[in-house]
């Protein structure tokens, strides 16, 4: 099984391009998650999913939107980015609430 | 608000010698906690889930341990191969959407030296 699968692995890009963030997960999870890792913080909570066809806002969503296209698939879109938007960006998946997270390996994005 | 604080930021052992990694809490009520390891450049990896003060799980050479105010990642004997970052996360109870919600801490970097 290949788990969860972020595309792409590396982007840059610059101030005020847009990109979409792809994910996907082979486990039939009813859950989805958006989160980012910056140096010295905590993982933060951008959107996630609860179940297919609904969306909510998490810790830090400005600037980012979010689409449950199908039970397996979660996209991340960035409208125009900011170099405040350079970080590691992961995607998550769970069974339910309670479910532990399984995590993909990341998108590693850098805005000049 | 809901607080999460791992100690040391970093450790260094020798191979063998047993140590503690720390998560201290501040939540308005504690629906889990999860320990996570990630390795450089790698998402985190599940390692175990506890609920309630009391609580131990293990797994090889780990155990978590739960009180009310913190949890414990003890190591015993590691090995380089243990070497990774270490992350807790807490749930805190909410019958809402807060409940999907996951404070992390911000890691501990181990290194285990042959």
């Known amino acids: 099984n290949a788990g969860v699968t972020q595309t792409p692995k590396f982007q840059v890009l610059k101030t005020g391009q847009s990109m979409t963030l792809q994910c996907a997960q082979d486990?039939?999870?009813?859950?989805m998650y958006w989160y980012r890792q910056d140096p010295g913080m905590g993982l933060r909570l951008i959107y996630y999913s609860a179940s297919e066809g609904t969306t909510d806002k998490g810790e830090v969503p400005n600037g980012y939107n979010v689409s449950r296209l199908n039970k397996r698939e979660f996209s991340l879109r960035l409208e125009s980015a900011a170099p405040s938007q350079t970080s590691v960006y992961f995607c998550?998946?769970?069974?339910?609430?309670?479910?532990?997270?399984?995590f993909g390996n990341g998108t590693r994005l850098t805005v000049t | 608000e809901d607080q999460v604080t791992q100690s040391p930021e970093a450790l260094r052992l020798q191979e063998g010698e047993s140590s503690s990694l720390n998560c201290s809490y501040t939540v308005s009520g504690l629906r889990g906690l999860f320990w996570y390891r990630q390795d450089p450049g790698k998402g985190p990896e599940f390692l175990f889930t506890l609920y309630s003060a009391g609580e131990e799980k293990e797994k090889e050479r780990l155990k978590a341990t739960l009180t009310k105010k913190e949890s414990f990642l003890h190591i015993t004997a590691p090995k380089p191969e243990d070497s990774a970052t270490y992350l807790c996360?807490?749930?805190?109870?909410?019958?809402?959407?807060?409940?999907?919600?996951?404070?992390f801490g911000k890691g501990t970097k181990l290194s285990v030296i042959p």
């Open positions: 996360a807490v749930q805190v109870k909410n019958s809402g959407a807060g409940s999907y919600q996951l404070t």
């Open positions: 486990m039939n999870h009813n859950s």
């Open positions: 998550a998946s769970s069974e339910d609430r309670d479910s532990p997270l399984h």
